[in-house]
């Protein structure tokens, strides 16, 4: 131990002196201090500015109409993440139904994040990596046990159920609170026999923007991708940015590109309005 920290006062001391450490994983707090906002957002409006390290977590409760922009700052970031009604939990992200009642299997802008109600939680609003999947899940214990000799969420090669347990937790859900999990930056396509075949990412720099079409809890696990072929466990940070904007409306595009996202929408409105949500 460090002689200055022996002493409790000592270790104050130490923990106090580290005010204002910058590193290179970390939330910045306020998130009107991120040093470079998105092209035409005002810093007052960020609501949400971190950076995640490969092989960690975050989460957040974010307002309805709030706009979370993801990066892959490196090019081997892999979101993996979990939608739930912030005051509602009992529904919460489908992945299946994401994927049925958009006949859509590939997520891209324009596409709807459904949960079992059949309503929007969140809205691809724009996208520049088209390299995501829906029908994965996210990474177990076993699997990354069996790949690279630890799955254990403080291990070298953490699984993403094991995080995403752990963001769970602190925001009042259970392990079987955690549906399959939707997955951004590293995709996968089904070939002619049915395989799955992993075809990464589309490099640094690639983001997605969604939008919060209900109050949200959102958890994020940045991990690599449970098809990944790679030997190795690689993961590179994901830079996560949310600001205050409006949710989807009669009369924009995005509410009328489809019979079935119109009824979504649609079912959103009506009940939002019930509980006097605008």
Known sequence: MA????????????????????ADAMPVLPASAWPAPPEGVAPDALVWAETVAGGSYTH????????????????????????????????????ADTVKVLWNAYIAEGHLLLSDQGRVLASVVADSSGKHDALCGTSTAARN??????????????AGREL???????????????????????????????????????????????RAEQPLTVLIANVPHPVDPRPEYVSSPL????????????????????????????????????RGIQ
């Open 164 to 210: 995403l347990k752990l963001a769970a937790l602190k925001n009042g859900l259970e392990p079987r609170d955690l549906p399959p999990s939707l997955s951004f930056f590293q995709a996968v396509r089904v070939v002619a026999d049915g395989k799955l075949e992993f075809t990464g990412s589309a490099g640094p720099g690639a983001s997605v923007t969604l």
């Open 145 to 158: 046990t069996a790949l690279y000799g630890d799955g254990s969420p403080q291990g070298a090669s953490p």
């Open 60 to 95: 957040k409760v974010l307002a309805r109409g709030t706009e979370l922009r993801l990066t892959d700052l490196a090019g081997d970031a892999c979101a993996h993440l979990l939608l739930y009604v912030a005051d509602r939990p009992w529904e919460r992200l489908n992945a």
């Open 239 to 274: 830079e996560v940015l949310a600001w205050r904007a409006r949710p989807t409306a009669p009369g924009d595009p995005l509410w009328d590109a489809t019979p079935e996202g119109r009824r979504a929408f649609l079912n959103t409105a009506d009940h939002l309005a019930a």
């Open 3 to 22: 002689t200055g920290t022996v002493t409790t006062y000592g270790a104050r001391d130490h923990a106090r002196a580290q005010e204002g450490t910058r």
